[in-house]
């Protein structure tokens, strides 16, 4: 099997510009396209223009808030911010600006799946796997998972005991609860704000908030399929990569996924380091690592088959 080279030490360093960045244009993606979905509706663009480019619009802002999921990943990976407090509690706030979407919960059990990735004890493999057609990936994948991280967050909340496949994350059990609460009062924080848009403008919360949102299910939903489907077990094959330039683009870099299995810890605009370091080292050629470069080869995976657990 191959071993994991040492990476130097910088590759792990998170830039605080750069992590920045990452959640000004994960936030700023939802909002500005949001808000150009809801110009373009009501603009005098002739509707052959104008179906086209809502689309794009309505694509855009659900990546924004698909990005903002990966900021609370990388949060609670500790890969934000040099100081881990710092990297989650802006992790927390500025993925709540997703509805439903608790990032505690999902920290929780995430690092289960780096230790079992694609086998029986995977807590995400465990869910997905039960989808087999387009339409059940599409609307019920993501909202299983969801399910799963809310009742996570009031497990802790409410003292609960807490499972075998809870991850044990370096905070004592009187901070996980602090980050629950927190939680919780920055997801009431963001709801009210789109509450009151859509009270004072009711095409606003229906264009730029609600339509979004249901399309991040349907495409989030497809995520762990094209990441892990007909992937191995075991190091530089349980994952795979995608490393088609716009792919970088609208996941900044978060599309590496290979690379953060192998490294967790490095902040996702440094994974494309690792994929030219090793890649010069013939690993990926000698490993037959799953890297696929075409833009369109990404949907050849949305309804392949899971690898069987052993």
């Known amino acids: 099997m191959q071993k994991r080279i040492k990476l130097p030490l910088n590759f792990y360093q998170p830039n605080i510009f750069l992590s920045t960045l990452f959640i000004l244009y994960s936030g700023g993606m939802f909002v500005i396209f949001a808000l150009l979905a809801r110009i373009v509706a009501t603009d005098n663009i002739p509707l052959v223009a104008r179906i086209p480019l809502m689309i794009i619009c309505l694509l855009g802002a659900q990546q924004g808030l698909h990005l903002l999921g990966f900021v609370a990943h990388d949060g609670f990976h500790f890969s934000l911010y040099p100081n881990k407090y710092v990297s989650v509690f802006a992790s927390i706030f500025f993925s709540s600006m997703i509805v439903g979407w608790p990032a505690i919960g999902y920290a929780l059990v ?3 799946h780096h230790r079992y990735t694609n086998q029986s004890q995977d807590p995400d493999r465990q869910i997905y796997v039960k989808y087999k057609s387009v339409w059940q ?7 299983a998972i969801n399910r799963q991280n809310v009742r996570h967050t009031f497990d802790v909340l409410l003292g609960r005991s807490l499972p075998d496949y809870y991850a044990r994350l370096p905070f004592n059990q009187q901070m996980i609860r ?6 919780i009062l920055t997801l009431i924080f963001w709801l009210s704000i789109y509450i009151a848009i859509t009270i004072f403008d009711p095409l606003t919360g229906i264009i730029g908030i609600l339509l979004p949102h249901l399309l991040s299910i349907g495409i989030s939903g497809f995520r762990f399929y094209v990441e892990h489907a007909e992937t191995g077990i075991g190091p530089f094959c349980n994952s795979r990569t995608r490393t088609s330039w ?3 683009i609208l996941y900044f870099f978060n599309n590496y996924h290979l690379e953060h299995h192998l490294y967790p810890s490095v902040p996702c605009y440094k994974l494309p380091m690792v994929h030219r370091l090793l890649k010069e080292q013939g690993i990926y050629e000698q490993a037959s690592s799953p890297i696929e470069k075409g833009l369109f080869s990404d ?6 088959k899971l690898t069987d657990a052993p």
Do not use: E, K, Y
Not at 178 to 183: D, G, I, M, Q, T
Not at 299 to 304: D, E, L, P, Y
């Open 110 to 112: 995430h690092p289960t």
């Open 137 to 143: 990936r599409m609307f019920l994948a993501r909202l």
């Open 178 to 183: 602090v980050f629950a609460v927190v939680n």
């Open 246 to 248: 716009l792919m970088s």
């Open 299 to 304: 949907f050849s995976f949305m309804m392949a």
